[in-house]
Nanobody
């Protein structure tokens, strides 16, 4: 059974930083691409960042490029999202996601397992 447990959310002032962590279990972590999605009230869930199984391919949404960094530690079965220069528009519930397909090159919302989500609130 796949489990994804997020941590690190909270309240921060604009311009501040947070690091989200997601520890995965239930699959051979190193074989699966990982992603971070977010959903703000009234908005659809969007892909923020993704990293493929080997760490050789990384994707960022335009809205977070240059501010967010995704990384993974396969020895710890953990994926991270370092968020710097946070803006009020980054406020959302952030979800960790793991591809359901081993060795996939991308992360699709239609084929992932989800964490429970962690709230990130950025005050102005």
């Amino acid at each position: 059974q796949v489990q994804l447990v997020e941590s690190g959310g909270g309240l921060v002032q604009a311009g501040g930083s947070l690091t989200l962590s997601c520890e995965a279990s239930g699959r051979a972590f190193s074989r699966y691409s990982m992603g971070w999605f977010r959903q703000a009230p009234g908005n659809e869930r969007e892909l923020v960042a993704a990293i493929n199984w080997s760490g050789s391919r990384i994707y960022y949404a335009d809205s977070v490029k240059g501010r967010f960094t995704i990384s993974r530690d396969n020895a710890k079965n953990t994926v991270y999202l370092q968020m710097n220069s946070l803006k009020p528009e980054d406020t959302a519930v952030y979800y960790c996601a793991q591809s359901q397909n081993p060795y996939s090159s991308s992360v699709s919302a239609e084929a992932v397992d989800w964490g429970q989500g962690t709230q990130v609130t950025v005050s102005s």
